[in-house]
């Protein structure tokens, strides 16, 4: 079997579990910060933009090893 | 890191510069239309104007000192508008065009640019000894973990905006390529071009005035 070939093919599996993998983390993470957002906002109705405003830094914190994985796929698919 | 590099993309640029543009135009537009006597009737411009300094007063500055908000406040609009019309520029209907936040080199422009302004608030709010004080807390020896927190604050601030724009444009397109060409990637463009490019807009903006709060207060 053509070495080469094989490469491409590790590559291309390599990126697909890599974003699959990594994307679960940040799924749960975020899914259980608007629980609680939504679980406050429904205690709180007043304090609904303040929460708002913190949930959304915190989902895009909780997204940030979701994104690394998007740009090591990034690299497996067009750099390797 | 091998294939991204510091390449110059003139497509990137040329929509950079009209990025730039329109938002000059825009800010003189809106200048034009203020009155020159401050107890003149309120003007429709001025009332927009109004609503949005209040607006990112309290939507993006909420909680932040009067005095350090008065000065954020041009930063903030600017940036804002800027990372929003950037990002909405990849759905336009003209050839070739793409967002220049799915470029790396842009995103992470933005996020030392940011970087480099918490320095200077720090200093500002603090002078330079009290602003390098802040590294030694909370206690002396975690001085290297501040640093590298430093490095991968800004890393992941331009990464974040570089993933989410450059993702939701190749799924677009693998979408389109795969199913019907024209009206899947047009309800796409709408959630990931004009959702997902205000959403990451504002968490830009939000994540740069958190970093210069951190330091500058």
């Known amino acids: 079997m053509d070495p080469q070939a094989l490469v491409e093919a590790a590559k291309y599996l390599a990126a697909g579990i890599c974003m699959g993998i ?10 259980i910060i608007g629980a609680h957002a939504l679980d406050a906002m429904a205690r709180q109705p007043e304090m609904a933009t303040t929460l708002l405003r913190t949930m959304v830094i915190a989902d895009a914190i909780a997204e940030t090893t979701g994104i690394y994985s998007l740009v090591v796929a990034l690299v497996l698919l067009f750099v390797v | 890191m091998g294939g991204i590099e510091l390449a110059f993309d003139p497509v990137v640029v040329a929509v950079g510069l009209g990025v730039t543009a329109a938002l000059a135009l825009l800010f003189l537009w809106v200048r034009r239309g203020l009155p020159r ?3 003149a009737p309120l003007s429709r411009r001025a009332a927009a104007v109004a609503w949005a300094a209040d607006f990112f ?5 909420g909680g932040a ?28 209907p003209i050839p070739y065009a793409v967002s220049p936040t799915q470029n790396l080199n842009v995103t992470v422009g933005l996020a030392l640019m940011v970087y480099g302004l918490t320095h200077v608030y720090g ?3 603090k002078g330079v000894l009290g602003h390098l004080k802040g590294y030694l807390e909370p206690f002396p020896f975690l001085l290297p973990l501040n640093v590298v927190g430093d490095v991968g604050r800004t890393l992941s601030h331009g990464f974040r905006l570089f993933g989410n724009i450059l993702g939701g444009a190749l799924l677009t397109a693998v979408m389109g390529r795969l199913f019907a060409p024209v009206v899947v990637p047009a309800a796409l463009n709408l959630w ?16 740069a005035v958190a970093y210069i709060r951190a330091t500058a207060e």
């Open chain 2, 57 to 61: 007063q309290d939507q993006v500055l």
């Open chain 2, 123 to 125: 200093v500002r709010s």
């Open chain 1, 22 to 31: 990594g994307a679960i983390g940040p799924g749960v993470g975020e899914g």
């Open chain 2, 192 to 207: 990931f071009g004009l959702g997902m490019g205000l959403i990451q807009a504002l968490v830009f903006t939000l994540l």
């Open chain 2, 37 to 39: 006597d401050p107890d």
């Open chain 2, 65 to 92: 000192a009067p005095a350090l908000a008065g000065r954020l406040l041009p930063l903030v609009v600017a940036l804002f508008l800027y990372v929003l019309l950037c990002n909405w520029a990849g759905i336009l």
